[in-house]
């Protein structure tokens, strides 16, 4: 209950990017150990803003092990949607 009253706006928003997702977790090498692989390649994946898919549902499952709020596969989903649409006006 008092850890509930603690959490900042941050905290309590929708992640906007795989970075803030990898942010709610107190490590990297804490993410890595709930993903399931190493906290280098977590960090390629924050430099890059990208998690593969195949990864998705162990880290839904450390985020609601760890009490991680608003982390779920729909979410992850709509992340990685958004990076692969081209904003408007911007040829790739």
Known sequence: MY?????????ISHPLSFRDVIG???TTRAFARDA???PTLVRQWRHRDSV?????????E????RGIVLVDLRLL???AVRRRVPVAGVRA
Do not use: D, N
Not at 3 to 11: D, H, K, P, Q
Not at 62 to 65: D, E, I, L, P, T
């Open 36 to 38: 399931g692989c190493s």
């Open 77 to 79: 989903a709509q992340l």
């Open 3 to 11: 850890r509930y009253f603690m959490l900042t706006t941050i905290e």
């Open 52 to 60: 593969p898919a195949h990864y998705w549902p162990r880290i839904v």
């Open 62 to 65: 450390g985020a609601a092990r």
């Open 24 to 26: 709610r977790w107190p």
